[in-house]
């Protein structure tokens, strides 16, 4: 499984970003699909995540900014970011949960900076 993320950038405080990352291989049945983000100099965190049954999560500095979705169909998920801060800036990876198997993109870096 592979997962290619996309839609990274630089934009200014208070402008919007929408991440995709679509997942490609042997996939028959995805449990959770989440993003994750690391700044610099700081640890990797979980900023979403959706189960296969639309129950969604967020980190608390992005409720109510941050939506993320998912379509099944086409093994994909989505982050929309609105109103960004610059402490929002990171890498953002997503992450693939299929059965008890693990599967991580290779990050999209998000820039907020005016």
């Known amino acids: 499984v592979q997962l290619q993320a996309s839609g990274g950038g630089l934009v200014q405080p208070g402008g919007s970003l929408r991440l995709s990352c679509a997942a490609s291989?042997?996939?028959?049945?995805?449990?959770?699909m989440a993003w994750y983000r690391q700044a610099p100099g700081r640890q990797r965190e979980l900023v979403a995540s959706i189960t296969s049954v639309g129950t969604t999560n967020y980190a608390d500095s992005v409720k109510g900014r941050f939506t993320i979705s998912r379509a099944d169909a086409k093994n994909s998920v989505y982050l929309s970011m609105n109103t960004l801060k610059p402490e929002d800036t990171a890498v953002y990876y997503c992450h693939l949960q299929v059965g008890s198997a693990m599967y991580w993109g290779e990050g999209t870096l998000v820039t907020v900076s005016s």
């Open positions: 291989g042997r996939i028959f049945s995805i449990n959770r």
